[in-house]
């Protein structure tokens, strides 16, 4: 994808994803909006450049996932595609296969903070990505779940990651019913961060996104990599990987605590 200019949404395969970057944020939106924002094969290999593209922009400090309307963030991946893949006597994709790392991944091995601003229903795929951001805003009559038992597929992420997230009892739960949980339950089960009406959805999560980059994009980025590296680690195992940027060392943690001192705000150079 190209870098994003000042003339608005930069559209990545077709237009079906967006990519802007608004002062410090990656803002990436897939735009479908007529098949509920369902991923194509190039809707997936377009959000992957996309959160490279964010991953590698040292301007980027962190970035917001959402999709387009106001219908589903993403209802998953393209039946009509899939079926069309079929009939012609063709396989469809298999996770963790291929030329190219599954999309999850890469959410995963981007190391910046990831809000998944979810902006109506996130299912089957649209779900895993909803799982594989760090911070998740929902708004108000949305649902999550993991539905692809009704299709005869396999969740490959989602049956990963869910149990790491909540109680294995109810992940297992809402993989083998693969019903869809209303955000506000989400909440409950510390799947969501948030919950917020519609009309105060866009001002709720920029306003979250603003206390997140007035951080120093060092810490950031030291507190992804570290969370993600050390997942299922033992403690003292994790304490010693030591991985991404090195606040201690930075020129941020020394105008951090020099701006500290002079009782104003500090001015990040991210290194």
Not at 143 to 149: F, K, P, R, S, V
Not at 215 to 236: F, H, I
Request: charged content about 25%; proline content about 5%; glycine content about 8%.
């Amino acid at each position: 994808m190209s870098d994003a200019s000042n003339d608005g949404l930069t559209p990545g395969a077709a237009g079906e994803v967006l990519y802007e970057v608004k002062g410090r944020a990656a803002w990436i939106t897939i735009n479908r909006p007529e098949r509920r924002n369902a991923m194509s094969r190039n809707t997936v290999r377009a959000l992957t450049e996309a959160f490279v593209e964010a991953g590698e922009d040292p301007e980027v400090w962190a970035i917001v996932i959402t999709g387009a309307g106001d219908k589903a963030f993403c209802a998953g991946g393209d039946m009509k595609e899939m079926n069309d893949i079929a009939q012609a006597g063709r396989q469809v994709h298999t996770p963790m296969t291929g030329m190219y790392r599954a999309l999850l991944e890469v959410m995963l091995e981007t190391y910046k903070p990831v809000i998944a601003a979810i902006n109506g229903h996130a299912l089957a795929g649209g779900c895993e990505i909803v799982l594989a951001s760090d911070i998740r805003i929902a708004v108000e009559g949305a649902t999550i779940g993991l539905t692809e038992a009704k299709r005869g597929m396999g969740a490959n992420f989602g049956s990963v990651v869910l149990p790491l997230l909540i109680p294995r009892a109810i992940a297992m739960d809402m993989l083998y019913t693969a019903r869809m949980v209303p955000v506000e339950e989400a909440k409950q089960l510390g799947l969501i961060n948030q919950v917020v009406p519609r009309e105060a959805f866009e001002t709720e999560v920029q306003a979250y996104l603003d206390t997140i980059i007035a951080n120093s994009p060092v810490s950031l980025r030291r507190y992804k990599e570290m969370a993600t590296k050390s997942w299922g680690l033992p403690v003292a195992s994790a304490l010693r990987l030591n991985v991404g940027p090195n606040p201690y060392t930075s020129e941020d943690r020394a105008e951090g605590v020099r701006a500290f001192i002079e009782k104003r705000a500090p001015e990040w150079k991210n290194r």
